[in-house]
T-cell receptor
Framework: AQKITQTQPGMFVQEKEAVTLDCTYD???????LFWYKQPSSGEMIFLIY??????QNATEGRYSLNFQKARKSANLVISASQLGDSAMYFC?????????????FGAGTQVVVTP | NAGVTQTPKFRVLKTGQSMTLLCAQD?????MYWYRQDPGMGLRLIHY???????AKGEVPDGYNVSRLKKQNFLLGLESAAPSQTSVYFC????????????FGPGTRLLVL
């Protein structure tokens, strides 16, 4: 069963606007971590931000923030003040801590296109 | 540091041919992974390794074999390539579980005709 769901296959956003990328997850574990990665057209996978299930505050890294709603099992990525360089595929991923081998489960991704 | 490197970057195979993809990391990471990426499906785990000499199956292991003879290297083999194995293959490594991110190689684009 799909454990990570990203319901937005693609979206357009205007430069300087904020954009929210949705991610919902499914786990029965209490301890888990959520990751977001960016994949530009060049193909490399770039780590953006991490949220632990026990973290009380939402994670932030520069223009990236994670809107973590544990009860709803959602971990949406917010990119503020979009830039043309933000055009990329974005992946949400989860690691269940009971899986001590560090494996990640990925969603299908959301393609973001930033327009001038 | 080079991080995670993959060889080759691109390859075309004919159905039935074999090949080996090489992943190397210079970060002394214990855990290494092979993923495949297909349109609309994100990254799916093929095989992984939690240390030198150990390997395990992931979500989509059929048609692939792996070996981890040295800690820094993780090899992915296709014994008899099929068109369904046309994909982009990513190798990744991490120091451990918890909040540690995985570090990804640049990917190998494989086309099986």
């Amino acid at each position: 069963a799909q454990k990570i769901t990203q319901t937005q296959p693609g979206m357009f956003v205007q430069e300087k606007e904020a954009v929210t990328l949705d991610c919902t997850y499914d786990t029965s574990d209490q301890s888990y971590g959520l990751f977001w990665y960016k994949q530009p057209s060049s193909g490399e996978m770039i780590f953006l931000i991490y949220q632990g299930s026990y973290d009380e505050q939402n994670a932030t890294e520069g223009r990236y923030s994670l809107n973590f709603q544990k009860a709803r099992k959602s971990a949406n990525l917010v990119i503020s003040a979009s830039q043309l360089g933000d055009s990329a595929m974005y992946f949400c991923a989860m690691r269940e801590v009971r899986d001590s081998w560090g494996k990640l489960q990925f969603g299908a991704g959301t393609q973001v296109v930033v327009t001038p | 540091n080079a991080g995670v490197t993959q060889t080759p970057k691109f390859r075309v195979l004919k159905t039935g041919q074999s090949m080996t993809l090489l992943c190397a990391q210079d970060m002394n990471h214990e855990y290494m992974y092979w993923y495949r990426q297909d349109p609309g499906m994100g990254l799916r785990l093929i095989h992984y390794s939690v240390g030198e000499g150990t390997t395990a199956k992931g979500e989509v292991p059929d048609g692939y074999n792996v070996s981890r003879l040295k800690k820094q290297n993780f090899l992915l083999g296709l014994e008899s390539a099929a068109p369904s194995q046309t994909s982009v293959y990513f190798c990744a490594s991490t120091r451990g579980a918890g909040s540690e991110t995985q570090y990804f190689g640049p990917g190998t684009r494989l086309l099986v005709l």
